[in-house]
């Protein structure tokens, strides 16, 4: 199994990326995917999901709506897409697969991508 992350980069606060995670090892169109962050000197926290179907998203307060989840089963990959991003969003980004949106438990983890969002 793996999960390959991708897409980060420095940007300036307001600006916006698009985030990738390319799934093998496991039938990725089963799986509901999730994105995680981690910002230095902090725990990790969950930034949103998506199910399985593609039809339902969840997201973390703090997205207010400026992120959004998006997968391509023909692909095996599930993007991130990050708006008016701000300096508080720098952190490393990670991907995991699990059986539901809604749940905390994660199956599969993947590395992660740095997220530096400069003011």
């Known amino acids: 199994v793996q999960l390959q992350a991708s897409g980060g980069g420095l940007v300036q606060a307001g600006g916006s990326l698009r985030l990738s995670c390319a799934a093998s090892?496991?039938?990725?169109?089963?799986?509901?995917m999730g994105w995680f962050r981690q910002a230095p000197g902090k725990e990790r926290e969950f930034v949103g999901s998506i199910s399985w179907s593609g039809n339902r998203q969840y997201y973390a307060d703090f997205v207010e709506g400026r992120f959004a989840i998006f997968r391509d089963d023909a692909e095996n990959t599930v993007y991130l897409h990050l708006n008016t991003l701000k300096p508080e969003d720098t952190a490393v980004y990670y991907c995991?697969?699990?059986?539901?949106?809604?749940?905390?438990?994660?199956?599969?983890w993947g590395q992660g991508t740095l997220v530096t969002v400069s003011s």
């Open positions: 995991a697969a699990g059986p539901n949106y809604r749940s905390e438990e994660y199956q599969y």
């Open positions: 090892g496991f039938t990725f169109s089963n799986y509901a």
